[in-house]
């Protein structure tokens, strides 16, 4: 008999309403230990960050994963939030139970640096939100790179456009000093002191392929034994989830918000799950297709900064530094993240 090992995971989020569907699917995910989530200053304000990671641990009953406080501001720039986009605490209409869980005593940097030290060449490591904390944690501890065993980054857009400026993607767009840090400290060379794996880069190019909608989350609510009335552009905004799951609850009201500011962005009723994506891929990264290349960050363009660049052919002469997203199957990540946080939901009714 086979018996599997749970795999140590680390999560680094701006919970923000796609970074808390990412922690819901990981939560539900089988054979995998989730042993911290740094909180990281992004769509919303880092206490806030906190507030909602800890709130979500409580919702889903989840215990023992300590979660840690980041930075309060960019290394080197100051901070932007997305209200407009998650709502004004993150989570769109939605509101977490409270809890008398406390953070770690440790920051985030410190947070990333001990579930690597706990877990040599063993950690995944996903991070959904500005790279600003991984980044510190790098400048103290140049060898992380070494002792993980993968790391999944959503950020960026490669050949395509941003969404934040025309040409920058928001978690890179909001520290792209942290990002460029990350990506020009990261070892090429393989080797026994160095990584057996570049990082998996997961743009918007790549993301915005796994849209949510609300047939879909209908779906999720039906695996759940919580079926709900389908939204709809047409209802009163702000409706609240009619399901009796408070899991697909609170779900369903983050994401009509998230529905809504895409519909005023006309871009359709409909939100795409970029961190999903990639705590799927940290679990599985053969669920998408990828290309090495060099990746490098402008930081003084006027008009670009914040882009990502991939060097395809080499021109620059570096080696390859990112595994890039070019290929996912929505249909199959949907069918699974449906099944897992469907599966999920029911414990908690
Ligand atoms: O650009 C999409 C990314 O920015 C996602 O991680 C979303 O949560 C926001 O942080
Ligand atoms: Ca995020």
């Known amino acids: 008999m086979v018996i599997s090992v749970p795999q140590p995971v680390f999560v680094d ?20 230990e989730l ?32 979660v840690s406080k980041g930075a309060e501001q960019p290394v080197s720039s100051p901070l932007r939030t997305a209200e407009d986009t998650h709502g004004p605490q993150g989570l769109g209409y939605a509101t977490l139970p409270r809890t008398n869980r406390e953070l770690t005593p440790y920051d985030a940097a410190q947070a990333w640096i001990k579930a690597a030290h706990a877990h040599p060449g063993e950690l995944i490591a996903v991070a959904t939100g500005p790279l600003t904390n991984l980044a510190l944690a790098m400048r103290e501890e140049p060898a992380l790179p070494t002792l993980m065993r993968r790391l ?21 767009s909001v520290d792209p000093e942290a990002a460029q840090e990350v990506f020009s400290s990261w070892p090429a060379a393989w080797g026994s002191d160095r990584p057996r794996y570049l990082p998996i880069v997961l743009g918007l ?7 949510m909608t609300p047939a879909l989350l209908g779906r999720l609510a039906a695996e759940a034994d919580s079926p709900t009335l389908p939204m709809s552009e047409r209802d009163e905004r702000g409706t609240r989830s009619s399901a009796t799951n408070p899991l697909i609850r609170v779900l369903e009201d983050a994401m009509r918000f998230y529905f809504e500011f895409h519909f005023d ?77 469907g599966g999920f939901a029911r414990t908690l009714a």
């Open 13 to 32: 989020v701006d919970t923000g309403v796609d970074d808390a569907m990412a922690l819901v699917y990981l939560f539900g995910s089988p054979d995998l």
């Open 152 to 172: 999944v980054i959503m950020g960026g857009a490669f050949e395509y456009r941003g969404n934040t400026t025309p040409v920058a993607e928001w978690n890179i």
């Open 35 to 66: 042993v911290g989530i740094a909180s990281t200053a992004g769509n919303v304000p880092v206490q806030q960050v906190c507030q909602n990671n800890l709130g979500l641990l409580e919702l889903c009953r989840i215990e023992e994963v300590p």
């Open 205 to 211: 190019n790549l993301t915005e392929h796994i849209a």
């Open 265 to 341: 962005q006309n871009e359709g009723y409909l939100a795409h799950l970029h961190d999903p994506l990639a705590a799927a891929v940290a679990l599985d990264p053969g669920i998408v297709a990828t290309r090495p290349a060099t990746v490098d960050v402008e930081l003084t363009g006027t008009l670009t900064r914040g882009m990502t660049i991939a060097d395809w052919p080499g021109r620059w002469g570096r080696e390859p530094n990112a595994l890039i997203g070019i290929d996912v199957d929505p249909e199959a990540f949907f069918d699974r993240f449906i099944e897992r946080v």
